[in-house]
Nanobody, 115 residues
Framework: QVQLVESGGGLVQPGGSLRLSCAASGIIFSNYTMGWYRQAPGKQRELVAIITSGGTTIYADSVKGRFTISRDNAKNTVYLQMNSLKLEDTADYYC?????????WGQGTQVTVSS
């Protein structure tokens, strides 16, 4: 049974930082492209960042220079370090694991940026 469990969300002031974690089980983690997506109220889910099995990273333009995605294959965990948070970063953040033929989602963790 595949599980992706996100943690680390919460309430933070503008300019602050949070680190999200996603612990995976039930998959050969190192084979998967791991990603973070987010969905704000009333909006579609959008890509935040992905990291391939080989370590290549891709970021949405809106988070470049502020967010960093990383992975620890020994811990089956992917991270999203979020710095200089803005009001518009408020959303539910979802972990994703995918290969060419599979696609799994976590339940999400809420991030609220508010003063």
């Amino acid at each position: 049974q595949v599980q992706l469990v996100e943690s680390g969300g919460g309430l933070v002031q503008p300019g602050g930082s949070l680190r999200l974690s996603c612990a995976a089980s039930g998959i050969i983690f190192s084979n998967y492209t791991m990603g973070w997506y987010r969905q704000a109220p009333g909006k579609q889910r959008e890509l935040v960042a992905i990291i391939t099995s080989g370590g290549t990273t891709i970021y949405a333009d809106s988070v470049k220079g502020r967010f960093t995605i990383s992975r620890d294959n020994a811990k089956n965990t992917v991270y999203l370090q979020m710095n200089s948070l803005k009001l518009e970063d408020t959303a539910d953040y979802y972990c994703n694991a995918r290969t060419l033929h599979t696609n799994f989602w976590g339940q999400g963790t809420q991030v609220t940026v508010s003063s």
